[in-house]
């Protein structure tokens, strides 16, 4: 089992700049396809962006391609969502999740059900 904690979340100006953090523990997210999604207030749970096993493979929900960046540390068991020129429409609470991959390990998981792990959420909150 893996374990995620999600920080980094906060309050913001439009056209700020975050990061989140999301550390693993119970096991070494080295076998784990990593990814960041989204739910804001009445609204599904979404696809921000993921990364692969590898790392070498990512991708990203249009809304937010060019102004988010996923990325992975392995050694430190962290995974990041760097997110720059932030809009009101960006504010919900952002989860991380990790998908076991086996051997698929450049394979990009996109929809919510790809994903067996979830993290309890950081709020993040852009005034325009």
């Known amino acids: 089992q893996v374990q995620l904690v999600e920080s980094g979340g906060g309050l913001v100006q439009a056209g700020d700049s975050l990061k989140l953090s999301c550390v693993a523990s119970?096991?070494?997210?080295?076998?784990?396809?990593m990814g960041w999604f989204r739910q804001a207030p009445v609204k599904e749970r979404e696809f921000v962006a993921a990364v692969s096993q590898s790392g070498s493979n990512s991708h990203y929900a249009d809304s937010v391609k060019g102004r988010f960046t996923i990325s992975r540390d392995n050694a430190k068991n962290t995974v990041y969502l760097q997110m720059n020129s932030l809009k009101s429409e960006d504010t919900a609470i952002y989860y991380c999740a990790a998908r076991l991959s086996a051997t698929d390990y450049y394979y990009v998981p996109t929809l919510s059900p790809d994903y067996g792990y979830w993290g309890q959420g950081t709020q993040v909150t852009v005034s325009s």
């Open positions: 119970g096991r070494t997210i080295d076998k784990y396809a």
